[in-house]
Nanobody, 115 residues
């Protein structure tokens, strides 16, 4: 059983920054691939960033060069540093991991970017 709790969302002006955190329970966190997704109103949930257990990262084209995913296995926490935010980044951001046989999601944290 894994529990994911996101925090760090809020309202920010375009060009600003936010750092999201996702605290995870479970003794096998360091082995897990961790992901950040987002879902904007009326749109499908989309994958934003991925980090493997070895620290390899991957990003959606829309956030490359602006967002950075990282992890601290000692704290069972994954982060999403978001810089140069745009109004189109407005969405609910979700932390995600898969641990056989279950996909786990956090409750989400709202990010709103004003123009």
């Amino acid at each position: 059983q894994v529990q994911l709790v996101e925090s760090g969302g809020g309202l920010v002006q375009a060009g600003g920054s936010l750092r999201l955190s996702c605290a995870a329970s479970g003794s096998t966190f360091s082995l897990n691939v961790m992901r950040w997704y987002r879902q904007a109103p009326g749109k499908q949930r989309e994958l934003v960033a991925t980090i493997t257990s070895s620290g390899s990262t991957n990003y959606a084209d829309s956030v490359k060069g602006r967002f950075t995913i990282s992890r601290d296995d000692a704290k069972n926490t994954v982060y999403l540093q978001m810089n140069s935010l745009k109004p189109e980044d407005t969405a609910v951001y979700y932390c995600n991991t898969f641990q056989w046989p279950t996909m786990y999601w956090g409750q989400g944290t709202q990010v709103t970017v004003s123009s």
